[in-house]
């Protein structure tokens, strides 16, 4: 009797989770229009942040609904419009980028998934380059200095730059 039940919950479950995903089978279609679609940005400092505003209008006949929007990295927080956007109106799409984790040229790519006419994902990117301060600039050495105080912290007594070997005078013999 457990094992019905089981296998009856199971099935209900399975079958309510196909039930909310979106199917765009059915969903009429439209046209969706961006501005400037791929971006050039001038160079920004490393830590800093961009902020993307991309304006899109539906030119299609029907309600314009984005589903979804993915950026191809996780230093990419996206926002869309929730609702429909109706005939001849226009919505943003915003991006905040952090350069924290990147260096030197970085391409990005948005993928929108939208109820579009000819494809239901339509994609967007913008490129830049991020650059280190040219006030200072850490060299080799104080990188590797840096990451071995971080690596061995806690675990060694005293000055990172003082250690090597010791004689113990009372345990060795002469």
Do not use: W
């Amino acid at each position: 009797m457990k094992n019905v039940f089981l296998f009856i919950s199971l099935i209900i479950i399975l079958s309510s989770c196909e039930f909310r995903k979106p199917s765009l089978e059915n969903v009429k279609r439209t046209k969706m229009e961006i501005v400037d679609p791929e971006r050039h940005y001038y160079p920004i400092l490393r830590g800093s942040e961009l902020n993307i505003a991309y304006k899109f209008y539906n030119r299609g006949a029907e309600p314009l609904i984005i589903y979804e929007v993915q950026a191809s990295c996780g230093c990419i927080q996206v926002d869309f419009p929730s609702g429909s956007i109706g005939q001849d109106d226009f919505g943003f799409i915003t991006l905040d980028y952090d350069s924290a984790k990147n260096i030197g040229y970085v391409e990005f790519f948005i993928t929108i998934v939208a109820n579009t006419e000819k494809d239901i994902f339509t994609t967007i990117k913008f490129d830049l380059n991020v650059v280190t301060s040219p006030h200072y600039t850490q060299d080799y050495e104080e990188i590797y200095m840096q990451r071995r105080k971080e690596k061995l912290a806690g675990e060694v007594d005293g000055d990172l730059t003082q250690q090597g070997y010791y004689v113990d005078f009372d345990k060795t013999i002469r």
